[in-house]
Nanobody, 114 residues
Framework: QVQLVESGGGLVQPGGSLRLSCVAS????????MGWYRQAPGKEREFVGL???????NDVDAVKERFTIARNNAKNTVYLQMNSLKHEDAALYYC????????WGQGTQDTVSS
């Protein structure tokens, strides 16, 4: 199974930006879609958005027009560009394959604090 490693998290002020990366252990060219998820303290992991093998993206209303998902098949990498960050975006962010999921990685922490 493909292994995934997330990175790019950090501490940012409200209104700031972060770009998260998800690197796969093998080619993602043939993977149907890649999804981003997040889990805030005390909450369930939730779906944030996805990008298909054709480059089509879809995301939840809470992040529309603020978050952008992109992929670079040559680098086996999927990105989550997060702009205009809010306190409620603070969470541990994960990526995974879709529709069949692989093992979850360790995630990358996004902390939004003034």
């Amino acid at each position: 199974q493909v292994q995934l490693v997330e990175s790019g998290g950090g501490l940012v002020q409200p209104g700031g930006s972060l770009r998260l990366s998800c690197v796969a252990s093998r080619s993602i060219f043939s993977i149907n879609a890649m999804g981003w998820y997040r889990q805030a303290p005390g909450k369930e992991r939730e779906f944030v958005g996805l990008i298909t093998s054709l480059g089509t993206t879809n995301d939840v209303d809470a992040v529309k027009e603020r978050f952008t998902i992109a992929r670079n098949n040559a680098k086996n990498t999927v990105y989550l560009q997060m702009n205009s960050l809010k306190h409620e975006d603070a969470a541990l962010y994960y990526c995974n394959t879709l529709p069949e999921k692989t093992f979850w990685g360790q995630g990358t922490q996004d902390t939004v604090s003034s």
